[in-house]
């Protein structure tokens, strides 16, 4: 399980303003966003939720079971996130919630006009020009997901600025919410690119590169080679990538070479430095650092956890 960036601790409800004990909510109104805080004290199942807009929630403490969309439920705990659209109901389950082991969960609902404004933004000026298909556009294909470090760092920044008294908190929180919009458009626009690159190979620019990465992962990839590839100059490419994915290109290409590795491990005998050379690493103790810093463990941990687990 990758390692998944935590959100701050937010102040629980002081017990005498406790109005519920399951989903008991504080709400704060913003011109463009509202800011539930959602506590749960006691074990409770079946428990309908439904916004009027769309909702970011993000899990603080505790745990939660979610039932979406006709899918699978899950597990819902810290330092993960979940998107809804408007008018979708979450069924949520608290198993474990007690007075000694509280579920808290935050959700900033925000106003459909204002991600629509966003999403225009994106597309008028960052567009990658490939066709009609490549347009920005929110999706909940993949609504589940860990936050990582610049996720939680704006949602945080946004619930201070929620819960604050500042006369000026409407103009601080519409830049932080826009630059959330915009990390959550981008990751799902590498998600959705990322799918679709070994069936759409030529489809547009974002494919191809995809594509090509995928392909040679085991290779020592060149950025001259991928620049020529998208027919970009070397700050040019990495400008453009950056802003369609909001990572860099090196960052892509390391981010699949360690789920590369991850099988591998899982799945061989082969020690860490061979599945490190396997994977395009050309140097053990890089492929160690960054195994570690994504993952939370080092490559023969995991390998040791795998074998156990058959």
């Given at each position: 399980?990758?390692?998944?960036?935590?959100?701050?601790?937010?102040?629980?409800?002081?017990?005498?303003?406790?109005?519920?004990?399951?989903?008991?909510?504080?709400?704060?109104?913003?011109?463009?966003?509202?800011?539930?805080?959602?506590?749960?004290?006691?074990?409770?199942?079946?428990?309908?939720?439904?916004?009027?807009?769309?909702?970011?929630?993000?899990?603080?403490?505790?745990?939660?079971?979610?039932?979406?969309?006709?899918?699978?439920?899950?597990?819902?705990?810290?330092?993960?996130?979940?998107?809804?659209?408007?008018?979708?109901?979450?069924?949520?389950?608290?198993?474990?919630?007690?007075?000694?082991?509280?579920?808290?969960c935050i959700a900033l609902s925000v106003d459909e006009t204002y991600i629509r404004s966003t999403v225009q933004y994106l597309n008028e000026y960052y567009n990658p020009g490939d066709g009609e298909n490549s347009n920005w556009r929110l999706q909940f294909?993949?609504?589940?997901?860990?936050?990582?470090?610049?996720?939680?760092?704006?949602?945080?920044?946004?619930?201070?600025?929620?819960?604050?008294?500042?006369?000026?908190?409407?103009?601080?929180?519409?830049?932080?919410?826009?630059?959330?919009?915009?990390?959550?458009?981008?990751?799902?626009?590498?998600?959705?690119?990322?799918?679709?690159?070994?069936?759409?190979?030529?489809?547009?620019?974002?494919?191809?590169?995809?594509?090509?990465?995928?392909?040679?992962?085991?290779?020592?990839?060149?950025?001259?080679?991928?620049?020529?590839?998208?027919?970009?100059?070397?700050?040019?490419?990495?400008?453009?990538?950056?802003?369609?994915?909001?990572?860099?290109?090196?960052?892509?290409?390391?981010?699949?070479?360690?789920?590369?590795?991850?099988?591998?491990?899982?799945?061989?005998?082969?020690?860490?430095?061979?599945?490190?050379?396997?994977?395009?690493?050309?140097?053990?103790?890089?492929?160690?650092?960054?195994?570690?810093?994504?993952?939370?463990?080092?490559?023969?941990?995991?390998?040791?956890?795998?074998?156990?687990?058959?």
């Amino acid at each position: 399980m990758p390692v998944k960036s935590y959100l701050q601790a937010v102040d629980f409800t002081n017990p005498k303003y406790l109005q519920k004990l399951v989903e008991n909510r504080r709400v704060f109104n913003l011109k463009n966003c509202e800011l539930n805080i959602f506590e749960s004290y006691q074990q409770a199942y079946r428990v309908p939720l439904t916004f009027n807009d769309f909702v970011i929630t993000s899990m603080v403490q505790g745990k939660k079971v979610m039932h979406l969309y006709d899918k699978p439920s899950f597990e819902y705990l810290p330092g993960e996130t979940v998107i809804v659209p408007a008018n979708e109901t979450m069924i949520i389950d608290f198993p474990e919630a007690a007075n000694e082991t509280p579920t808290q969960c935050i959700a900033l609902s925000v106003d459909e006009t204002y991600i629509r404004s966003t999403v225009q933004y994106l597309n008028e000026y960052y567009n990658p020009g490939d066709g009609e298909n490549s347009n920005w556009r929110l999706q909940f294909d993949k609504y589940h997901f860990n936050n990582d470090a610049d996720v939680a760092s704006l949602i945080n920044k946004l619930v201070r600025i929620c819960t604050s008294s500042e006369a000026s908190r409407d103009i601080f929180a519409d830049l932080s919410m826009k630059e959330l919009l915009i990390r959550l458009l981008q990751s799902q626009q590498l998600y959705r690119v990322a799918e679709e690159k070994d069936h759409h190979t030529n489809n547009t620019r974002l494919h191809f590169v995809l594509h090509y990465i995928n392909e040679h992962l085991t290779e020592n990839i060149s950025i001259d080679m991928l620049c020529r590839k998208a027919y970009l100059s070397r700050n040019l490419f990495f400008k453009w990538f950056k802003n369609q994915f909001g990572i860099t290109p090196l960052q892509y290409i390391n981010r699949e070479r360690l789920k590369l590795a991850k099988q591998l491990l899982a799945n061989t005998s082969y020690s860490v430095s061979q599945v490190g050379i396997q994977c395009g690493f050309k140097d053990t103790n890089y492929f160690v650092r960054l195994f570690k810093s994504a993952e939370g463990i080092t490559p023969g941990t995991y390998q040791a956890i795998s074998s156990y687990k058959k």
